[in-house]
């Protein structure tokens, strides 16, 4: 496969600017040809490559760097450092409308938007109606776009996309925006664009996007690449040292038994006999039992985790892989058990988390968790038992 996107110790300053005179000594640099004094580093020294039908997520904290890498990727904004290699058509969706005319309308909008791309007169005809039905704005496709809400930017943007199918799309957080129908409708298309061949850059907070749509993510800590890899793996790390920062500046979240979105009521552990229990036997059996609210009275989507007591990720499942939907158990409550027939989990002890999803599985609200410990005799190493024999070598 071909490289479309190649980077090689990357990096962008901007020039702080804290008083008048700063400004004036930024634009005076800039002039001279020389570097500012005072400078925020937003990013350095990325290396990255991505080829052709790839699909990359970007995670990583508020202020990161995840936006000024797209942007550099984009165009949008030159390196300070290093360099950036960019083939074939690039569609961005980086902020809210941006690439629209505010006082143009929508329609007008994708007639320059698509002309700007390079389509010819006979291509904009044919496809201006497919933009405007993904779109689904109604009569305010013949509106200004400055009367036009966040999502309704965010529709059509993403619309003109879909009708120009870039070698490579860039999208920053498309998927936090608007309703669970048009998300689901992106998602949808997304799907369809990767398995056509399409190169995707995601960049988003949800790691149910990135796992589901992502082949390798790229997790970026304070400008820097912290680490690379397999989607599932990174999220999976990322979310582990996200739970163990947020566990030390705040104590668990309270059950709320009503309210506008999914929370964990209750739960609890039991061995295969129903009793209540909080050690469980190494090869054993363990029971948890829940209850969630749901404020629609439809079943929610419950993801389950197990965390080492020192913060290490060891499993998570979500309810709907199986097709499992929670039996209602009251109104706006939906019951569950999730059962492990053989515990192989090395003795020590653990954390087991009860997530609260949407009942598309798309955004998680409320986490409830239960401590336990395994107990049993073990020299061995990790977090879980293998099944193992030791041979002798024939010569």
Not at 133 to 158: N, T, W
């Amino acid at each position: 496969m071909s490289t479309l996107v190649a980077l090689a110790q990357a990096g962008k300053d901007y020039p702080k600017i804290l008083h008048a005179g700063d400004r004036f000594g930024a634009l005076a640099s800039a002039f001279l040809g020389r570097p500012p004094r005072h400078v925020f580093t937003a990013l350095e020294s990325v290396d990255l490559t991505v080829l052709r039908g790839e699909s990359l997520g970007v995670i990583g904290e508020n202020g990161s760097g995840k936006s000024t890498l797209l942007k550099m990727i984009a165009g949008v904004v030159k390196p300070t450092r290093g360099t950036v290699d960019v083939r074939g058509r690039v569609g961005a969706l980086l902020e809210l409308g941006s690439g629209f005319h505010p006082d143009y309308t929508g329609r007008e909008n994708i007639l320059l938007s698509s002309a700007l791309a390079g389509l010819s007169r006979r291509e904009l005809e044919s496809r201006v109606d497919s933009i405007v039905e993904f779109a689904d704005i109604g009569a305010h496709i013949d509106d200004p776009i400055r009367h036009y809400s966040s999502g309704m930017a965010v529709r059509l943007g993403f619309a003109v996309a879909t009708a120009l199918r870039p070698d490579v799309l860039i999208t920053d957080e498309v998927l936090a925006v608007g309703d669970e129908s048009f998300q689901r409708k992106c998602v949808r298309w997304l799907e369809g664009y990767l398995s056509g061949g399409g190169t995707l850059l995601l960049c988003s907070h949800s790691m149910f996007h990135i796992q589901t749509l992502c082949r390798h993510a790229l997790w970026l800590h304070e400008g820097k690449v912290r680490q690379y890899g397999d989607a599932f793996m990174v999220a999976r790390d990322y979310l582990a040292w996200h739970h163990g920062k947020e566990a030390e500046k705040a104590p668990e979240e309270a059950p709320r038994a009503q309210g506008p979105v999914p929370c964990v009521l209750r739960t609890w552990l039991e061995d295969d006999a129903g009793a209540p229990a909080s050690e469980f036997a190494h090869g054993g059996a363990l029971v948890l039992k829940g209850v969630v609210y749901e404020p629609e009275d439809r079943p929610p989507t419950i993801l389950v985790g197990i965390v080492r007591s020192d913060g290490t990720p060891v499993y998570g499942t979500h309810s709907n892989d199986g097709d499992f939907q929670p039996n209602r158990v009251a109104p706006h409550e939906f019951g569950f058990r999730w059962r492990l027939p053989q515990l192989n989990l090395l003795p020590g002890k653990y954390s087991l988390r009860a997530h609260a999803l949407d009942p598309e599985g798309l955004r998680m609200f409320h986490t409830l968790t239960a401590e336990f410990m395994v107990s049993g005799r073990s020299r061995d190493y990790g977090v879980c038992y293998l099944e193992h024999e030791w041979l002798p070598l024939q010569p």
